[in-house]
């Protein structure tokens, strides 16, 4: 039944006698009555605040939808009711009842009850509080957040922002920033009011620090502790400068990648913000710096972590490391995965699978006697938290996980493997914002449910992504080239399915992709900028579009790099780099990607640092780094070797190694249906032998994979010879028999740990692809030749010593390198 104007002699005769209902604040207003819904149906419940014998209780009427009602009292605390509600907390299909027990003059106690198996349990007992406040701070998932107000002195507050992560309240990080710039402007009225009371400089710089304004917090601090550490005391202030340091060394972070050119290959360290290496570059590869102040650094093939002093937490000992989420990464080596700790404790070992850390949670996988592979999950600690009994698994995602069983249905689960819901479809992907994609068939097409399998959208997609804002991208297949559009949680389209790509941005933002060729749609979009009402801001005119952050994003036209604010225009006051690539506020500067070369800016756009491969031989030669870009698609830094006596024969090197660079011959302005990238490093110097390695990868649009390429130039420095494999031999000593013989027996040392397919190895030719090293001939196969793609180039080391009696020690070539 519908609760009509019948409603208040209902809840009269609910109510027990001499009880007198109080007026109680909530989502209606401060009123008698307040409404809600608390199991995601069409059916109303009513909740009344009342005293009884001095003692406040809540009655909650729920029609059961065809006459009647039931009743539920809930007898609670202190001495009155200063909050009676129902919110969004738990869930977006259905309210949670919010109870605010008035235990003191300015104190209360807040009580959240939830509805399970039909009746109403309390989830969150006794948050104190002075007040709270309801509000969707992401505005993401139809779910909304509770900040917690607590008194301290004066007008000044303790606040914090909690959100339900499936199992309890949690501190929502995330929403500091646009929840806490409304409050700065509150304690800024208040330190003017009172400029002596040291409190609420305190509190304005810790309002600041989560409101994401960590420089203006630190001059708040010291204005405020300029006035003799009054209350809140030289501790609190200390403590919280602390913290505003330590937020400053992460968001800030004072350490930056940087690369160094050696004979042997570039090497990488860290420099400071002024561009002055403080972590010297010895790393053979390393990474940013991760919020958690710990960068992973390679090492003689080998991944371990270091922090910002430059110490090791983790030696190198890994294959690689995976970026750390909740304190956890996962870890490789060549027979398991391993979840390590920020110190490098292993907390769990996988022959198979290991994900990463999400909300509590990583998925593993284990093989079974019937070699099924089964998937279950661990918590934090690495222990077995759900049993490893399905067939897939998704991420958790506000405590829910989509699961296969072994019946081959679907299930949502909590945090505890708890089969919350099951499906009977041929497929159901992730939760997202309360739907599910689904399938009625394995072939057929894509739609959604809601959490109880319902049908919200019919299938008829070719393919979708999970909901976002309240919005999701689909695609229909024309002439087996997808057509993307957005939808809304009806179904219907915001933007037709007739683009090239479409990307979510952040902050309410899309790129909304066109073909660069029409001819070749899969080469690559231009963009435009929208939100998600679909309004486009500008044309389609950008490419390699970052998320936003902080209400800009990165772009580039082609030829330069800029950033853009929400609207899609320039920022005209932050940096803008010729080229074509990305920009990321890192810290105090502006770290730029462009053109495969990374380099740093202040925020004024003065240049800091930047990469450049260009390297001294010695006091005579240099190899100079040149650039070679036709066009947006094609890129190639080649060498370019300095101080050859003869101008003419330096000329004459150059040219050649231009042309194993491949960096000629191109249109300018023809649009490639492939992309080349091009790049070299010095891996030899001795005497007058220079080697430089020139690598390359061809990418054919549309392909699985590109293929890459690897020439090795033996340059003599002062005959400007390039020295081919059998200049290195004495005449007539079959060098290619004696090396062929030696590579098959070097593969078959290496027994089931080799990639090559012995069957396919036939030997080396005359022209064998080589390089020399220190103390060694190297020979080497392009992918495919003899062994699979993923193998790359398979590459055998030979001794000097080894071929020794074959070695033309008289020839121009050994001289080249020995005295």
């Known amino acids: 039944m519908e609760w009509t104007m019948s409603t208040w002699s209902i809840i009269q005769h609910a109510l027990p006698e001499d009880a007198i209902i109080i007026r109680t604040l909530g989502p209606e207003g401060n009123v008698e009555i307040q409404r809600g819904n608390t199991d995601g149906g069409v059916v109303l419940e009513i909740a009344v605040g009342y005293i009884l014998s001095g003692e406040p209780y809540v009655l909650i009427l729920r029609s059961n939808g065809v006459r009647g009602y039931r009743r539920i009292i809930i007898k609670g605390r202190g001495y009155g009711i200063n909050y009676l509600g129902f919110a969004n907390i738990t869930s977006r299909e259905r309210k949670d009842l919010l109870i605010g027990w008035q235990i003191g003059a300015i104190w209360g106690d807040l009580d959240i009850y939830t509805t399970g198996h039909h009746m109403l349990s309390r989830i969150v007992k006794e948050i104190p509080y002075s007040r709270f406040e309801i509000t969707d701070v992401s505005g993401k998932d139809g779910k909304a957040e509770i900040a917690i107000w607590i008194h301290d002195t004066g007008e000044a507050y303790k606040i914090d922002v909690f959100r339900w992560n499936g199992e309890t309240l949690v501190s929502a990080e995330d929403a500091y920033p646009k929840y806490f710039r409304k409050m700065v402007s509150y304690y800024e009225k208040k330190v003017k009011e009172m400029p002596d009371a040291a409190f609420y400089w305190y509190y304005l710089a810790d309002t600041q620090l989560k409101a994401g304004m960590p420089e203006q917090a630190l001059k708040t601090l010291k204005k405020g502790m300029a006035l003799g550490m009054e209350y809140p005391g030289k501790n609190a202030f200390e403590e919280l400068r602390n913290k505003v340091l330590d937020v400053l060394g992460h968001r800030n972070i004072r350490l930056y990648l940087a690369s160094k050119p050696e004979i042997g290959g570039v090497k990488w360290g860290y420099i400071n913000d002024k561009g002055k290496f403080c972590i010297g570059a010895h790393y053979d590869w390393a990474e940013d710096f991760q919020k958690n102040g710990l960068a992973v650094v390679t090492l003689d093939n080998r991944s371990g972590v270091i922090n910002q002093k430059g110490n090791y937490v983790i030696t190198p000992k890994y294959e690689s490391i995976g970026e750390f989420?909740?304190?956890?990464?996962?870890?490789?080596?060549?027979?398991?995965?391993?979840?390590?700790?920020?110190?490098?404790?292993?907390?769990?070992?996988?022959?198979?699978?290991?994900?990463?850390?999400?909300?509590?949670?990583?998925?593993?996988?284990?093989?079974?006697?019937?070699?099924?592979?089964?998937?279950?999950?661990?918590?934090?600690?690495?222990?077995?938290?759900?049993?490893?009994?399905?067939?897939?698994?998704?991420?958790?995602?506000?405590?829910?996980?989509?699961?296969?069983?072994?019946?081959?249905?679907?299930?949502?689960?909590?945090?505890?493997?708890?089969?919350?819901?099951?499906?009977?479809?041929?497929?159901?992907?992730?939760?997202?914002?309360?739907?599910?994609?689904?399938?009625?068939?394995?072939?057929?097409?894509?739609?959604?449910?809601?959490?109880?399998?319902?049908?919200?959208?019919?299938?008829?997609?070719?393919?979708?992504?999970?909901?976002?804002?309240?919005?999701?991208?689909?695609?229909?297949?024309?002439?087996?080239?997808?057509?993307?559009?957005?939808?809304?949680?009806?179904?219907?389209?915001?933007?037709?399915?007739?683009?090239?790509?479409?990307?979510?941005?952040?902050?309410?933002?899309?790129?909304?992709?066109?073909?660069?060729?029409?001819?070749?749609?899969?080469?690559?979009?231009?963009?435009?900028?929208?939100?998600?009402?679909?309004?486009?801001?500008?044309?389609?005119?950008?490419?390699?579009?970052?998320?936003?952050?902080?209400?800009?994003?990165?772009?580039?036209?082609?030829?330069?790099?800029?950033?853009?604010?929400?609207?899609?225009?320039?920022?005209?006051?932050?940096?803008?780099?010729?080229?074509?690539?990305?920009?990321?506020?890192?810290?105090?500067?502006?770290?730029?990607?462009?053109?495969?070369?990374?380099?740093?800016?202040?925020?004024?756009?003065?240049?800091?640092?930047?990469?450049?491969?260009?390297?001294?031989?010695?006091?005579?030669?240099?190899?100079?780094?040149?650039?070679?870009?036709?066009?947006?698609?094609?890129?190639?830094?080649?060498?370019?070797?300095?101080?050859?006596?003869?101008?003419?024969?330096?000329?004459?090197?150059?040219?050649?190694?231009?042309?194993?660079?491949?960096?000629?011959?191109?249109?300018?302005?023809?649009?490639?249906?492939?992309?080349?990238?091009?790049?070299?490093?010095?891996?030899?110097?001795?005497?007058?032998?220079?080697?430089?390695?020139?690598?390359?990868?061809?990418y054919p649009f549309g392909a699985a994979h590109g293929m890459p390429t690897m020439v090795y130039a033996h340059v003599d420095l002062v005959s400007g010879t390039f020295y081919e494999l059998k200049d290195l031999f004495k005449p007539n000593s079959n060098y290619v028999g004696r090396l062929s013989d030696i590579i098959r027996k070097q593969i078959i040392s290496q027994g089931d740990d080799s990639s090559v397919w012995l069957d396919s190895y036939k030997g080396i030719t005359e022209d064998q692809p080589f390089f020399i090293s220190e103390d060694g001939l190297n020979i080497y196969f392009y992918p495919y030749d003899i062994a699979p793609y993923a193998a790359g180039f398979p590459t055998f080391k030979i001794p000097f010593k080894e071929i020794a009696d074959i070695i033309n020690e008289k020839g121009d070539f050994w001289k080249s390198f020995h005295h």
Do not use: C
Not at 407 to 430: H, P, Q, T
Not at 562 to 579: A, E, M, S, T
Not at 667 to 691: A, C, H, P
């Open 325 to 698: 989420a909740e304190g956890r990464a996962i870890a490789w080596n060549s027979k398991e995965s391993l979840l390590i700790d920020e110190k490098g404790n292993v907390m769990f070992k996988s022959k198979n699978y290991i994900g990463g850390m999400q909300e509590g949670r990583s998925q593993f996988s284990i093989e079974n006697e019937n070699n099924e592979i089964l998937y279950g999950f661990i918590d934090r600690n690495g222990e077995i938290v759900i049993q490893p009994t399905y067939k897939t698994a998704g991420n958790f995602h506000h405590g829910k996980a989509v699961v296969q069983l072994l019946d081959e249905n679907y299930a949502i689960i909590d945090m505890y493997g708890k089969v919350l819901r099951s499906f009977n479809y041929a497929f159901v992907g992730d939760l997202h914002e309360g739907l599910l994609p689904f399938k009625l068939a394995v072939d057929g097409k894509f739609g959604f449910i809601d959490e109880y399998g319902k049908v919200v959208i019919t299938p008829q997609f070719d393919g979708v992504q999970g909901f976002k804002d309240g919005k999701a991208i689909v695609n229909l297949d024309e002439n087996y080239v997808p057509k993307y559009g957005l939808i809304d949680r009806t179904g219907r389209f915001i933007l037709q399915p007739k683009y090239n790509d479409i990307r979510f941005l952040g902050e309410e933002r899309i790129a909304v992709g066109i073909p660069i060729n029409a001819d070749v749609p899969f080469a690559g979009s231009r963009y435009a900028i929208g939100d998600l009402d679909g309004s486009l801001f500008t044309d389609f005119i950008y490419y390699d579009i970052t998320d936003y952050r902080e209400d800009i994003s990165s772009v580039n036209d082609g030829t330069t790099t800029f950033f853009i604010d929400r609207n899609g225009k320039k920022v005209k006051n932050l940096p803008i780099v010729k080229g074509a690539g990305t920009l990321r506020a890192q810290g105090n500067l502006i770290k730029a990607n462009v053109d495969q070369r990374i380099s740093y800016y202040d925020r004024s756009g003065k240049i800091i640092w930047k990469q450049d491969n260009t390297i001294g031989l010695n006091d005579k030669y240099m190899v100079k780094e040149k650039k070679y870009q036709p066009n947006r698609n094609y890129l190639v830094y080649y060498p370019e070797i300095k101080g050859i006596k003869d101008n003419a024969m330096q000329e004459q090197v150059n040219e050649k190694l231009r042309k194993l660079a491949q960096a000629e011959g191109i249109d300018r302005e023809k649009e490639l249906e492939y992309s080349y990238q091009g790049d070299y490093n010095i891996t030899f110097f001795r005497k007058n032998l220079v080697v430089i390695e020139i690598t390359g990868y061809n």
